[in-house]
């Protein structure tokens, strides 16, 4: 089978001017991440975090099984930040790179989240590292659009 390149900004560009027809012909054959730039764009459901990471719905059910809700959820939520980091790996060394996770309020019942202090130093921990967001704009569309995903994983 002969294979046929394409230059990205040609795509881009054929796609900028092409009618709905046009633009969903080549969302099909080269996904929509490449023409939709900005991943908070991209990203709607948990099924679109699979298809960026190249994951099957069914793939990803069969990985969990026999896990329970809350471990489903903390995969889920791992692969989100993963996705919406796009390459980013947070530099735990490095005390001035800011590291950002959605922040939730209940009312009733309290939150399965740990916090821990120490008084000289400070020492915080209130979410696993593999969870941080880049910037607080990533951080804030997470955990407005997986709210449902985020509930799971941290309500006891």
Known sequence: ME???VKKANALTAYQQANEKGKKLLTNLFGKKHF???VIDRIETFDDILEERG??????EKSCKGLT???IAYRQ?????????????????????????P????????A???FGDYFCDRSDSHLGSRLVFASSDLAI????????IYNRFLKP
């Not at 939520?77 to 996770?101: C, F, H, R």
């Not at 569309?141 to 449902?148: I, N, P, Q, S, T």
């Open 3 to 5: 294979t046929l390149e």
């Open 36 to 38: 939709l730039g900005n």
């Open 55 to 60: 994951i099957s719905k069914e793939e990803f």
């Open 69 to 71: 809700d809350d471990e």
């Open 77 to 101: 939520i791992k692969l989100i930040a993963l996705v919406y980091n796009e390459g980013w790996v947070p530099d735990w060394n490095d005390s001035n790179q800011y590291k950002y996770y």
């Open 103 to 110: 922040w939730f309020k209940w009312v009733g019942s309290a």
């Open 112 to 114: 399965g989240c740990s």
């Open 141 to 148: 569309d997470a955990g407005k659009k997986f709210v449902e």
